[in-house]
């Protein structure tokens, strides 16, 4: 079983829609959980973090943490052309050792269609 | 605007050539790190940096030399690199190890090998 697991994708999502994407983790002693938003050829960008169980907005994007199913999820309202890009998930994972050493996902990449 | 700092942009060497990465952030963060990432990958962890300490490689090939000369900068020296090392080399660093694990990156490097 992967570390964290994501669908590869393409997510494709009409203009104005609510994209959904999803993650799962094996380690039940995470703590930091993280959406970030990857450009072609760019490097990865912070867009959310969450710690605790529940719901955490930011203007059009929501994340979810579910850590009893170890499912955590970002919600994206009202989706734009721009929002396209690959979504990485990742997860502190409960021992580090020294610094924050995160597990990506692999990623799912967002399609939004005009 | 990422308050990460990379140079250079783009990098292409010969196997035999000797190069650097830089890497350098003012937000007074301690600890640093050095990715790997291949196209439609996520990024590969290499080196972490805690308090200008090598807290922890990721059995990456002596090849791949990293260097914290203080707090704010981060080197990675290249020698008798492959064609199979050319990949975005990510920079990123975090606040000290408060329990949130957020990592900000750089822009990236990235890096041809001939």
């Known amino acids: 079983q992967k570390e964290v697991e994501q669908n590869s994708g393409p997510l494709s999502v009409p203009e104005g829609a609510i994209a959904s994407l999803n993650c799962t983790y094996s380690d039940r002693g995470s703590q930091s959980f993280f959406w970030y938003r990857q450009y072609s050829g760019k490097s990865p960008e912070l867009i959310m973090s969450i710690y605790s169980n529940g719901d955490k907005e930011d203007g059009r994007f929501t994340a979810q943490l579910n850590k009893a199913s170890q499912y955590v999820s970002l919600l994206i309202r009202d989706s734009q052309p721009s929002d396209s890009a690959t979504y990485l998930c990742a997860v502190r994972p409960r021992i580090t050792g020294g610094g924050n050493k995160l597990t990506f996902g692999t990623g799912t990449q967002l399609k939004v269609e005009l | 605007d990422t308050e990460v700092t990379q140079t250079p942009k783009h990098l292409v060497m010969g196997m035999t050539n000797k190069k650097s990465l830089k890497c350098e952030q003012h937000m007074g963060h301690r600890a640093m790190y050095w990715y790997k990432q291949k196209a439609k990958k996520p990024p590969e962890l290499m080196f972490v940096?805690?308090?200008?300490?090598?807290?922890i490689n990721e059995s990456v090939p002596s090849r791949f030399s990293p260097e914290c000369p203080n707090s704010s900068l981060l080197n990675l020296h290249l020698h008798a690199l492959q064609p199979e090392d050319s990949a975005l080399y990510l920079c990123a660093s975090s606040p000290p190890d408060t329990g949130t694990g957020e990592l900000f990156f750089g822009e990236g490097s990235r890096l041809t090998v001939l």
């Open positions: 940096y805690s308090y200008e300490k090598l807290s």
